[in-house]
């Protein structure tokens, strides 16, 4: 029988007795597989909208400091490694292609095939969480965390030898000023002391830590679900079980886009723009 | 004991207009909370279930007329009342000419009130009956929100911006002064009086220097300003125009930067590098000092040094009462 | 086995067919997820009410003698974080949502039942976390956490307390999801859209606001918590950033956050209008719709809790207007229940009283929201004790009425036993006397100028204060009563032999048994009949028995 088929018409008969059958898949609640299916669909939408306000409303206030501090932001996010950051992106891409492959597997029933791309899946999610190991610990070790030692040092380094800053000194005081070497001659477009230019730059990797940390987080999340569902694909291909439910897989695989979509959006935002 | 006020006394212009609009709001809300309270009691009562002299034939329970009727008179009632309120706080709170300036700013847990001729008061600001007033908030710290029930007018005082109020109070007398913005363990105790004295004994006290506290000759962070004797405000401002090495490029004939001539700063549009006009006011001025690069004024480079964390609020209050006076100075006008 | 006939014995349903612990803290059921709900709000309710006494009694006096500045700064943050939060917001969507839903749509469970027992746990925890931190020495930053106060200035257990308000908003957000996905998927056959009692278009609308408000205040939060943690300069101007952005941020949730309270009160009373007047509910689609044109409008006007923050004139008009338009809404369902009163057969049940308080008491509320949506005298009321007062009147008066109006009329449906009328009709009287005697002397102190967030103030309104201390110990005994009755009628209550002891109508009522039975219905009901269909008798089943055949793996018959 097609998946279609089966949905249509696998039911469920009430006895009375408070028990219910069904191999399982079907529950209780529930008057047919369409209908379940269909209910865990529209449930999994409902969460992503509101993860994407949740995300949104970030995104939103890293936006507004962005355009209130543009220059200093270009500045600290040339510490961001695009490499790394190119190497994530194509992981995730290729782990939600691998993903909507065990999806497919899953709904064809053919759990060997399920369980391997979800383990693929599993190992690029591990890939991306490696890169991210090695991005934080360069940021750690160069004092870019915004916790207590947090120092704009290496971001005016940089910035100097891109002659996209400058000392000045002044009555005694030292100011930055921020602008950009065109033709061997410095144009500056704003002076700041340097501790605005700390302050400002530590919003940066604030707004960069908060908003790669919760994607992080919801990786590594997608992460334990991924291996359960490996566990229960691989137990279902020895025990070679003919019809099992693919909804967890689809499920997770529409989190797992989601997850994707927003590194999408991150990685502009945070290391390309301005660039 | 029962000699107690259901109603603030209305000392202002602006309180008297508010408080016409707050009465015809409650002769509504009267109206249709009655129709709907005793509309409902009655309802209730004649229909009750023993009660079987009453016609209950035709109970239709849809009927788009009624629908639609009190669909539309509330609507439009709504949108008559909205366009009357939201034009009277657009005269109230937009911009206006003609007025005095106080400052005040907002600290836990007390008010600073700085006239432009140098008194300052404490928690307590004296002010003249029939001429139109403007105050300019900030705060030190955390957002406070000055309040006289009497004028109906309040504003918040946010720290790192000014916001501007206007009133015109009309009765001479005393009236509570109240920070209603939560604001830490003394809230309740941020309160003061605000004294309101005819024009002539008004002119009188501030030439006296006000009552209470001494005159400025020094400012709030202990900075001696030179020379004694009764200071203004934009006289104040001087002295720290020169104590913070303004005049080093400003207003110095043989400066060695080029830069923009402040006499000419308040109240005229000011052109940007990057194209935008915005008017030279009080936010203005106080952003390019403390962050000149902000908005770099057209035709000249970003060369001032920001000034941020080397000013108190206080200082920024007197450098810009100074620079009003230029421009004040220049036009002959008040 | 579950038979059709009632025997008059104990017979298994959904309260006594399991009584280990563990049957109900690990129980799917969602009746059984609406008591364990009902428990735990109760007891934050009281500890919040606890809270507001402790406030009453110092404002008695004009001076600040009973408590300390701090200590009365953390009574009024408690008691704020504790009502919305862990009181009003759950209320009724978690108690009688999620009993009543499942049954009004002729459905076994709600979509997700191990998401609803998850739910709960998130509320538990986050309500404990909440707790803890109040005992750990509390928070004074009021329930809006303003900032720069909340991240930069204020001393406490801040943190702590925004990581429960976090995890109770989890709760919020799947039972939100949970509600949306049934109504849209488990309604019987013939269930449609439009023949839905409208508490389900209440709790639609609501899960709508719940699901898409709720996200944005817990990032806001954690924003603040990492600020206080890391000092990264978001919303304190001293390290670069911008205090009004935290407003705008927690006002776009807390402002549907009032709708999530006060829509499904207006559900309930909606339900129990239709059952004591024993009518249908004037203009249905009318009132349906205008559930849905609040949720929607109500997203769109946070503004108006900035005007005086110094934003600009022109948000501030579009703030009013949308402001001005939400309550058009409301009015067609005030209009809409009156006219489902007249030429009904009206019964005076305690459930009426508190429906026809709701109707006083949340108009007064309402018609004072427009002085406060009112640009020019916004100003002048707002952070006064007008703002209290209306907030409560909404709150109190509608929302907490609604509730009571649901306790009562649903507590045979859910506990098998009827409270004692008398008592009832007495509880009812004393909360809408004590209710009015507490907060409308608070319009006339906030006109006044008198602000909120005080515990002291000038001797001329000591008078006005007193009655209002006096007004909420009466309004305290009238809370009290019904824990009181209705904990007694649960062992010594009438006990209900009809399952439709009101004469109502809905599927809850088509049971054949008084109290539901662990999977509601035996037999899906198809249904065939208009919602609130007075016009015609009771059938004694709703719903046309069909066998179905079972399939799985292809087999038919």
């Keep these: 029988m097609s998946v279609q088929e089966i949905e249509k018409t696998a039911t469920l008969e009430h006895t009375g007795d408070g028990h219910h059958h069904g191999d399982g898949i079907l529950g209780e609640q529930f008057e047919t597989l369409e209908q379940q299916n269909n209910a865990y669909l529209i449930g999994m939408w409902a969460f992503i909208v509101q993860e994407v306000l949740f995300f949104g409303a970030i995104f939103t206030s890293y936006a507004i400091y962005r355009y209130k501090y543009v220059l200093e932001f270009t500045l600290a996010h040339h510490e961001l490694n695009v490499w790394f950051g190119s190497l994530n992106t194509f992981v995730l891409l290729l782990s939600s292609y691998t993903m909507a492959r065990a999806v497919r597997a899953a709904m064809q029933n053919r759990h060997k095939k399920q369980a391997i791309y979800l383990f693929l899946t599993f190992l690029l999610a591990g890939e991306f969480m490696l890169n991210k190991y090695f991005e934080y610990g360069a940021k750690f070790e160069h004092h870019l965390f915004p916790g207590g030692d947090y120092s704009a040092h290496e971001v005016v380094k940089h910035a100097k030898e891109k002659g996209e800053l400058r000392i000045v000194e002044e009555n005694g005081r030292e100011f930055y000023e921020l602008g950009k070497t065109r033709d061997g001659q410095f144009i500056a477009f704003k002076r700041v002391t340097p501790e605005e230019f700390e302050q400002r730059t530590r919003l940066f990797f604030g707004f960069y830590f908060i908003m790669t940390g919760l994607h992080g987080l919801h990786v590594l999340v997608g992460m334990i679900v991924i291996a359960i569902l490996i566990g229960r694909a691989w137990i279902d291909h020895l025990k070679n079980k003919p019809i099992a439910d693919y909804m967890p897989v689809e499920m997770t695989g529409l989190y797992w886009h989601l997850v994707d979509i927003v590194w999408i959006f991150l990685f502009p935002l945070l290391y390309l723009i301005g660039r | ?334 | 086995m579950a038979t059709a006939t009632y025997t008059g014995t104990e017979k298994p349903n959904y309260l006594n067919w399991k009584t280990s612990v563990a049957s109900w803290l690990f129980t799917y059921d969602h009746k059984r997820l609406g008591i364990l709900y009902l428990i735990s709000i109760s007891i934050f309710f009281f500890i919040g009410a606890l809270a507001a006494m402790f406030i009453r009694l110092e404002l008695m006096t004009p001076k600040g003698d009973l408590l300390t500045s701090d200590v009365y700064n953390k009574m009024f943050t408690t008691h704020g974080v504790i009502m919305i939060f862990l009181f009003l917001i759950p209320s009724i969507p978690a108690v009688f949502g999620n009993f009543l839903l499942p049954l009004m749509i002729g459905a076994r469970d709600v979509a997700f039942p191990r998401l609803n027992l998850l739910s709960w746990y998130f509320f538990i925890t986050g309500g404990i976390l909440v707790l803890i931190a109040l005992f750990r020495g509390g928070i004074d930053t009021g329930w809006t956490f303003y900032t720069p106060y909340s991240s930069s200035f204020a001393k406490g257990e801040v943190s702590l307390a925004i990581v429960g308000i976090f995890l109770a908003g989890f709760s919020s957000i799947f039972t939100g999801i949970n509600f949306l996905v049934t109504i849209h998927k488990m309604r019987a056959p013939g269930m449609t859209w439009f023949r839905l009692p409208l508490f389900v278009w209440a709790m639609y609308a609501t899960s709508l606001l719940q699901v898409l408000g709720t996200p944005v205040v817990a990032i806001t939060l954690l924003l603040v918590a990492v600020e206080r943690t890391f000092r990264i300069g978001i919303f304190d101007p001293n390290l670069g950033g911008d205090p009004i952005l935290f407003q705008h941020l927690f006002w776009f949730y807390s402002h549907p956050a009032v709708y999530i309270m006060i829509l499904p009160a207006m559900g309930v009373i909606s339900e129990v209008i239709s059952a004591f007047s024993k009518r249908r509910v004037f203009g249905y689609h009318f009132v349906a719709f205008s559930s849905l044109a609040i949720a929607i409008i109500g997203f769109l006007v946070w503004g108006h809790h900035m005007f005086s923050t110094g934003q600009s004139i022109y948000a501030g008009i579009v703030f009013s207007f949308l402001t001005w338009l939400v309550a058009v809404p409301s009015a067609i369902k005030i209009f809409n229940w009156m006219a489902t009163i007249w030429k009904g057969r009206v019964h005076w049940d305690t459930p009426m009283l508190y429906a026809l308080g709701f109707m006083g008491l949340f108009v007064i509320g309402g018609l004072t929201g427009l002085h406060l949506a009112a640009m020019a005298t916004n100003v002048h009321l707002t952070d006064t004790y007008f703002v209290v007062a209306h907030f409560h009147y909404v709150m109190v008066g509608g929302a907490i009425m609604g509730y009571l109006a649901a306790l009562h009329f649903w507590w045979p449906k859910m506990t098998g036993r009827m409270y004692p009328e008398g008592w009832g009709k007495l509880a009812a009287m004393l909360v809408f006397v004590g209710f009015n005697l507490t907060f409308f002397p608070q319009f006339i102190l906030g006109y006044m100028g008198m602000p909120r967030r005080y515990h002291s103030y000038p001797e001329e309104w000591a008078v006005l204060n007193v009655l209002s201390t006096a007004g909420s110990s009466v309004l305290g005994f009238g809370y009290l009563l019904p824990v009181i009755y209705l904990t007694w009628s649960l062992k010594y209550g009438k006990v209900v032999t009809e399952r439709n002891p009101w004469g109502a109508r809905g599927l809850e009522w088509e049971l054949v048994d008084p109290v539901p039975d662990p999977h509601n219905f035996e037999r899906t009901p198809i249904v065939t009949r208009p919602a609130y269909d007075y016009a015609h008798p009771e059938e004694p089943t709703g719903f046309i028995p069909k066998p179905r055949p079972v399939v799985v793996g292809g087999k038919d018959g």
């Design chain 2, 1 to 334: 004991m029962w000699n107690f006020p259901l109603v603030p006394p209305t000392a202002s212009e602006e309180g008297a207009a508010i408080s016409i609009l707050y009465w015809v709001i409650t002769a509504l809300a009267v109206i249709f909370g009655s129709i709907v309270l005793f509309g409902a009691i009655y309802l209730a009562v004649r229909y009750r279930a023993d009660n079987n002299a009453v016609d209950r034939s035709n109970a239709v329970d849809t009927d788009m007329r009624m629908e639609l009727a009190w669909t539309i008179v509330p609507l439009v009632l709504a949108l008559v009342m909205f366009a009357w309120a939201a034009k009277l706080y657009a005269d109230i709170y937009a911009p206006r000419e003609g007025y005095y300036e106080v400052f005040v700013i907002g600290k836990q847990w007390m008010w600073h009130c700085q006239h432009p001729n140098g008194v300052r008061e404490n928690n307590m600001l004296t002010l003249p009956a029939g001429r139109l007033v403007k105050v300019t908030l900030i705060s030190q710290d955390v957002i406070h929100a000055f309040s006289i029930p009497a004028f109906r007018v309040k504003r918040d005082a946010v720290p790192g911006r000014y916001n501007a109020m206007y009133f015109t109070p009309t009765k001479p007398g005393e009236y509570h002064l109240f920070c209603t913005e939560y604001c830490g363990t003394k809230h309740s105790e941020m309160i003061g009086k605000v004294i309101v004295l005819p024009e002539e004994e008004f002119q009188a006290w501030l030439e006296k220097g006000g009552r209470g506290l001494a005159t400025a000759t020094t400012s709030m962070d202990g900075n001696a300003a030179a020379g004694g004797g009764t200071l203004t405000l934009a006289q104040q401002g001087e002295q720290t125009f020169k104590a913070l090495g303004c005049n080093a490029c400003h207003l110095n004939p043989n400066s060695a930067v080029k830069v923009p001539d402040i006499t000419k700063t308040w109240g005229s549009d000011i052109p940007l590098a990057d194209g935008r006009t915005v008017k030279g006011d009080e936010a203005y001025i106080r952003e390019s000092i403390l962050n000149p690069g902000a908005k770099i004024h057209k035709g000249y480079q970003n060369l001032m040094p920001p000034y941020q964390g080397q000013v108190s609020e206080e200082q920024l209050v007197q450098l810009i009462a100074y620079i009003k006076s230029l421009a004040d100075s220049r036009t002959g006008g008040n």
